[in-house]
C-alpha cells in the first residue's frame, strides 16, 4: 500500500526548508564580515548544503502530494466520466469483439493454410525422393544427360527430367519465405522479420526459382516515403 502524504507533512518540509535557508544566509553573512575566516567558510559550506538538500526534499513531497491529490481526485471523478462516455466505451466494446473474432478467424484460417503446405512440402519431398530412386534403378545418374537421379553423400536426393532440376524444400523455410512475403507486403518493407529470416529466405530463393516464381507476390499495400536525410546546403 503506497504511503499516503498528508498537508501537514508538505508544509512541515517547507518549513524545514525555509529554516535551514535563513540559517545559510546567516552564515553567509558571517562570511561576508569574515571573508578569509576557515570556520565561516566552513558553517556556510555545510549550512549551504544542508538548505538545498532541505529545499530538494521539500519540493519532492510537494510534488509526491500533488501527484496524490490528482489521483484522489480522477479516482473519484472517474465513475462520472465513465457515464458521460457510456455510449463510446460500448461502441469500443462491440467493434473490439469484432475485429478480434476477424484476427482470431483469419488466424485460424491461416493456420489451415500453412498445415496445408507443410504437408505439401513432406509430400513434394517424399515425390523427389521416390523418382530419385527410380531414375538411380533405371541407372541414370544425375549429372549424366537430360535426366537422372542421386542421393548425394549429404544425404540430399537430387532429381532432373528434360534438363529441369528439382530439389527437396525444407516446409518451415517455405513457410517463413511466405509469411515474410506477406508481412513486407502488408505491414513494413522494413519489417524485422525480414531482417531476421532473411538466410533462409535468401536461400530457399536461390535453391527453388521456379517455386519463386509460380507463386504470385502478395498485394502491397501504399507506404508512406521514408524520410531521407539530406546534407545541410552550405551559404
Known amino acids: 500500500m503506497a504511503v499516503q502524504i498528508g498537508e501537514e507533512q508538505v508544509r512541515q518540509a517547507e518549513a524545514r526548508a525555509v529554516q535551514a535557508e535563513e540559517v545559510r544566509d546567516q552564515a553567509a553573512r558571517r562570511l561576508e564580515v569574515n571573508p578569509y575566516s576557515d570556520v565561516a567558510a566552513m558553517e ?36 462520472e466520466l465513465e457515464k458521460a462516455a457510456a455510449a463510446e466505451i460500448r461502441a469500443a466494446g462491440r467493434e473490439m469483439d469484432g475485429r478480434l473474432k476477424a ?25 523427389v525422393a521416390r523418382h530419385v530412386q527410380v531414375m538411380a534403378d533405371a541407372g541414370l545418374d544425375f549429372n549424366g544427360g537430360e535426366s537422372g537421379g542421386e542421393e548425394t553423400v ?29 508481412v513486407e507486403a502488408r505491414v513494413s518493407p522494413q519489417h524485422g522479420l525480414g531482417l531476421a529470416l532473411q538466410w533462409e529466405v535468401r536461400g530457399l530463393e536461390q535453391k527453388q526459382p521456379e517455386l519463386v516464381r509460380a507463386v504470385p ?10 524520410l531521407r536525410w539530406r546534407m545541410p546546403q552550405a551559404d
Open 44 to 79: 556556510h559550506s555545510e549550512a549551504s548544503r544542508t538548505a538545498a538538500q532541505l529545499r530538494a526534499n521539500a519540493r519532492e513531497v510537494r510534488q509526491a502530494y500533488e501527484r496524490q491529490v490528482e489521483e484522489e481526485r480522477r479516482r473519484r471523478s472517474r465513475p
Open 103 to 127: 484476427l482470431a478467424e483469419a488466424a485460424a484460417a491461416a493456420q489451415a493454410a500453412l498445415v496445408e503446405l507443410a504437408d505439401a512440402g513432406v509430400t513434394y519431398n517424399e515425390t
Open 154 to 182: 549429404l544425404g540430399e536426393n537430387r532429381l532432373k527430367v528434360k534438363g529441369r532440376e528439382f530439389y527437396p524444400v525444407e516446409p518451415g523455410t517455405v513457410a517463413a519465405w511466405v509469411l515474410v512475403r506477406a
Open 217 to 226: 507476390a502478395a498485394p502491397a499495400r501504399d507506404f508512406p516515403e521514408p
